[in-house]
């Protein structure tokens, strides 16, 4: 099985190769030739590629009208209370996969394009997309920004009835103008200019986690990055309105 996985996963990159315009795919952006890594799909291990066959299943099933897209900590909405609570009624799926980068949602969705013809079987009303934390530590500002355009320019694409909340990326690390809280900063700044005012809403609530003097408490991120209970229940209260306005 994970023979025929790798076998798969290698096939389908070639193709996206072949196929996918302006991007150069590696077998891992680390090794990349030079230019941005961040916008040349590239897939993961096989049990990631199981993962993403999984998705494509449920969404075959269709019955989806809210879908969210991410790393870590998306992914980590199905393990908490809250989500069967307030958005399982409202006929949401979880597609986060922990320690993806922009270039991996790429692959994901493009793979699934090619699969499929066009994203057969969901047509979600609302896609809730956050994504990018993962390439701070190889990527630029402007290259994650180029990422992430890519992605929604896919969606909007692929699925143009369906609208985005594109979310600022949170914030990381215990205290204010690290590196990294910098360089999130930078790249919020620029995705807000995605907001359209029609289809893609974008929407920053990476405040809600932070003290008024800018540091970050462990009772809302233990680990100054991934949010616990009361981390997802300000991201649910924060973005509820937002969501349900999309929504109508």
């Known amino acids: 099985m994970q023979k025929s996985l790798a076998a798969r996963s290698f096939l389908v990159t070639f193709a996206l190769c072949t196929l996918v315009a302006r991007t150069t795919c590696a077998a891992d952006p680390q090794t990349s030739p030079a230019g941005n890594t961040a916008i040349k799909p590239v897939p993961r291990e096989a049990g990631w590629?199981?993962?993403?066959?999984?998705?494509?299943?449920?969404?075959?099933?269709?019955?989806?009208?809210?879908l969210f897209v991410g790393d870590s900590i998306t992914d980590g909405w199905r393990n908490q209370k809250l989500w069967q609570e307030r958005y399982v009624p409202l006929k949401a799926a979880d597609f986060g996969i922990?320690?993806?980068?922009?270039?991996?949602?790429?692959?994901?969705?493009?793979?699934?394009?090619?699969?499929?013809?066009?994203?057969d079987g969901i047509k979600p009303r609302v896609i809730v997309l956050m994504i990018g934390t993962n390439n701070t530590r190889s990527n630029s500002a402007p290259e994650i920004v180029e990422g992430i355009m890519a992605i929604v320019k896919e969606f909007r694409?692929?699925?143009?009835?369906?609208?985005?909340?594109?979310?600022?990326?949170?914030?990381r690390d215990a205290q204010p103008n690290?590196?990294?809280?910098?360089k999130?900063?930078?790249?919020?700044?620029?995705?807000?200019?995605?907001?359209?005012?029609?289809?893609v809403k974008y929407l920053d609530i990476g405040d809600k986690f932070l003290e008024p003097d800018?540091?970050?408490?462990?009772?809302?991120?233990?680990?100054?990055?991934?949010?616990n209970a009361n981390g997802y229940q300000i991201w649910a209260d924060a973005m509820q309105d937002s969501l349900m306005s999309l929504l109508k």
């Open 157 to 171: 694409t692929r699925l143009p009835q369906s609208k985005i909340l594109l979310l600022g990326i949170f914030p």
């Open 49 to 66: 590629l199981k993962r993403h066959e999984g998705f494509v299943a449920q969404a075959k099933e269709g019955g989806i009208d809210v």
């Open 184 to 199: 999130i900063k930078e790249i919020n700044s620029s995705i807000a200019r995605l907001d359209d005012g029609k289809l």
């Open 98 to 119: 922990s320690a993806d980068r922009t270039e991996h949602v790429l692959w994901r969705y493009v793979l699934w394009r090619l699969q499929n013809g066009e994203l």
């Open 178 to 182: 690290t590196p990294n809280r910098v």
């Open 214 to 227: 800018g540091t970050m408490s462990k009772e809302v991120m233990p680990d100054y990055l991934h949010p």
